[in-house]
Protein backbone atom coordinates (compact mmCIF):
# COMPACT_ATOMS: atom_id res chain seq x y z
CA UNK A 1 0.00 0.00 0.00
CA UNK A 2 1.09 3.93 -0.67
CA UNK A 3 1.35 6.07 2.34
CA UNK A 4 -1.44 8.30 0.88
CA UNK A 5 -0.92 10.32 4.12
CA UNK A 6 2.23 11.70 2.78
CA UNK A 7 0.26 13.52 0.04
CA UNK A 8 -1.61 15.57 2.67
CA UNK A 9 -0.66 19.53 2.56
CA UNK A 10 0.13 20.56 6.02
CA UNK A 11 0.26 23.94 6.37
CA UNK A 12 0.43 26.00 9.57
CA UNK A 13 2.09 25.85 12.85
CA UNK A 14 1.60 21.82 13.10
CA UNK A 15 3.33 21.26 9.86
CA UNK A 16 7.06 20.13 10.95
CA UNK A 17 5.48 17.83 13.84
CA UNK A 18 2.74 16.10 11.76
CA UNK A 19 5.03 13.82 9.60
CA UNK A 20 6.76 12.69 12.90
CA UNK A 21 3.12 12.29 14.59
CA UNK A 22 1.98 9.81 11.31
CA UNK A 23 5.14 7.74 11.05
CA UNK A 24 4.53 6.89 15.25
CA UNK A 25 1.07 6.14 14.32
CA UNK A 26 1.93 3.53 11.13
CA UNK A 27 4.57 2.16 13.91
CA UNK A 28 2.19 1.55 15.88
CA UNK A 29 0.19 -0.47 13.91
CA UNK A 30 -2.61 2.04 12.80
CA UNK A 31 -4.32 1.65 9.23
CA UNK A 32 -3.52 3.27 6.72
CA UNK A 33 -6.63 5.19 6.39
CA UNK A 34 -6.93 5.57 9.85
CA UNK A 35 -3.16 7.60 9.73
CA UNK A 36 -4.40 9.75 6.68
CA UNK A 37 -7.40 10.69 8.72
CA UNK A 38 -5.58 11.92 11.48
CA UNK A 39 -3.81 13.67 9.14
CA UNK A 40 -6.14 15.57 7.55
CA UNK A 41 -7.27 16.49 10.80
CA UNK A 42 -4.03 17.96 12.00
CA UNK A 43 -4.06 19.81 8.12
CA UNK A 44 -7.60 21.12 9.66
CA UNK A 45 -6.52 22.30 13.15
CA UNK A 46 -3.19 23.35 11.78
CA UNK A 47 -5.03 25.82 9.14
CA UNK A 48 -7.18 26.71 12.41
CA UNK A 49 -4.58 27.77 14.44
CA UNK A 50 -3.39 29.57 11.60
CA UNK A 51 -6.11 31.49 11.02
CA UNK A 52 -6.49 32.31 14.79
CA UNK A 53 -3.51 33.50 14.67
CA UNK A 54 -2.43 30.89 17.43
CA UNK A 55 0.84 28.60 17.89
CA UNK A 56 1.11 24.96 18.93
CA UNK A 57 1.57 25.90 22.42
CA UNK A 58 -1.47 27.49 22.64
CA UNK A 59 -3.28 24.08 22.36
CA UNK A 60 -5.60 23.98 25.74
CA UNK A 61 -8.36 21.71 25.77
CA UNK A 62 -10.62 25.68 25.44
CA UNK A 63 -8.80 25.55 22.40
CA UNK A 64 -9.34 22.58 20.96
CA UNK A 65 -13.28 22.87 22.06
CA UNK A 66 -13.03 25.98 19.96
CA UNK A 67 -11.70 24.28 17.13
CA UNK A 68 -14.43 21.31 17.62
CA UNK A 69 -17.35 23.57 17.61
CA UNK A 70 -16.17 25.19 14.70
CA UNK A 71 -15.51 21.86 12.82
CA UNK A 72 -19.09 21.20 13.78
CA UNK A 73 -20.38 24.63 12.38
CA UNK A 74 -19.18 23.78 9.29
CA UNK A 75 -20.97 20.82 8.96
CA UNK A 76 -18.06 18.01 9.64
CA UNK A 77 -19.53 14.99 10.91
CA UNK A 78 -16.59 12.73 11.71
CA UNK A 79 -13.75 13.62 13.85
CA UNK A 80 -15.66 16.60 15.94
CA UNK A 81 -15.09 15.05 19.48
CA UNK A 82 -11.85 15.28 22.16
CA UNK A 83 -11.27 11.99 21.35
CA UNK A 84 -10.46 12.38 17.90
CA UNK A 85 -7.77 14.70 18.40
CA UNK A 86 -6.22 12.43 21.23
CA UNK A 87 -3.88 11.09 19.38
CA UNK A 88 -2.42 14.36 17.99
CA UNK A 89 -2.74 16.00 21.62
CA UNK A 90 -0.81 12.68 22.94
CA UNK A 91 2.11 13.03 20.41
CA UNK A 92 2.48 17.04 21.17
CA UNK A 93 2.28 16.44 24.40
CA UNK A 94 4.99 13.99 24.56
CA UNK A 95 7.09 16.48 22.84
CA UNK A 96 6.35 18.88 25.31
CA UNK A 97 4.69 21.72 22.88
CA UNK A 98 1.20 21.54 24.16
CA UNK A 99 0.44 22.39 27.82
CA UNK A 100 -0.06 18.52 30.05
CA UNK A 101 -3.82 17.59 29.81
CA UNK A 102 -6.34 19.25 32.74
CA UNK A 103 -8.95 17.16 34.22
CA UNK A 104 -12.08 17.71 32.38
CA UNK A 105 -15.05 19.35 33.09
CA UNK A 106 -18.66 19.07 32.95
CA UNK A 107 -19.50 20.00 29.14
CA UNK A 108 -23.24 20.15 29.39
CA UNK A 109 -26.43 20.55 32.01
CA UNK A 110 -26.56 16.51 32.84
CA UNK A 111 -22.77 16.27 34.09
CA UNK A 112 -23.04 19.09 35.74
CA UNK A 113 -26.35 17.94 37.70
CA UNK A 114 -24.46 14.71 38.35
CA UNK A 115 -21.59 16.73 40.12
CA UNK A 116 -24.41 18.70 41.96
CA UNK A 117 -25.65 15.38 43.76
Known amino acids: MTESWLR ?13 FAEELVAQGYAELTVA ?12 LAGQSLEV ?6 RI ?27 LRQMR ?6 PSMPT ?3 EVHLLER
Do not use: C, M, N
Open 8 to 20: VVVPGPLAPYVRP
Open 37 to 48: EQVRLAAHLSRW
Open 57 to 62: SDLTLV
Open 65 to 91: DEFLQRRREAGYTDRISRRAVKPLLGH
Open 97 to 102: LVPPSA
Open 108 to 110: DSA
